[in-house]
């Protein structure tokens, strides 16, 4: 089977006049010039399907509000461990420096899903506070106050809300989790 010259002009012709009509086949809808009164174009989405999203997204925030207060108890009973093993033996252990850690990396997630971030003190301003060499008791009863003031918080607020107060109250606790960790 030979081809000719003929053929594969013949062929060229034919995708590209394939490939044009294709082209042209693909029209665009007008967009709808009549936006709803937040300023945004109709939802493309069927009302039915609209409605399953919001439930979707109540339901997720549900949800991360409930995690919330799971992760204000976890914190809760870090500390009351902590306190237990310090009434006990009268210093940290290695143990109670891992829960420390662990408060600190819980807390942080608590001020992280409040919309929080750290306020701007340093680790060498921790450093100083360590170095004045405050009691280790009062140090961790402060944590612990702390911390309780933070769950309280915590069961006050909605889904809906932020709490200026609990993120003030987080970055207290991390700063103080990371003074108890550092004194060692």
Do not use: C, W
């Amino acid at each position: 089977m030979k081809f000719n010259f003929a053929t594969y002009i013949f062929l060229f012709f034919a995708v590209v006049v394939a490939a044009t009509v294709d082209s042209f086949a693909q029209v665009t809808p007008p967009s709808n010039p009549f936006p709803n009164s937040r300023g945004e174009t109709e939802s493309e989405l069927p009302k039915e399907i609209s409605e399953n999203l919001i439930k979707l997204q109540i339901k997720q925030s549900v949800k991360d509000h409930e995690e919330l207060l799971e992760r204000g108890d976890e914190a809760l009973l870090l500390t009351e461990k902590i306190d237990y093993s310090l009434e006990k033996n009268g210093k940290f252990t290695s143990v109670d420096l891992e829960n420390l850690e662990r408060l600190e990396k819980v807390v942080i997630k608590i001020r992280k899903e409040l919309g929080g971030d750290s306020d701007g003190e340093t680790d060498e301003k921790l450093a100083k506070e360590v170095s004045r060499n405050p009691h280790l008791t009062d140090a961790f009863q402060s944590l612990k106050t702390s911390t309780e003031k933070l769950v309280a918080e915590l069961k006050k607020t909605s889904r809906h809300s932020i709490s200026a107060v609990a993120i003030q109250t987080s970055n207290s606790i991390i700063k103080i989790a990371r003074f108890l960790r550092l004194r060692k």
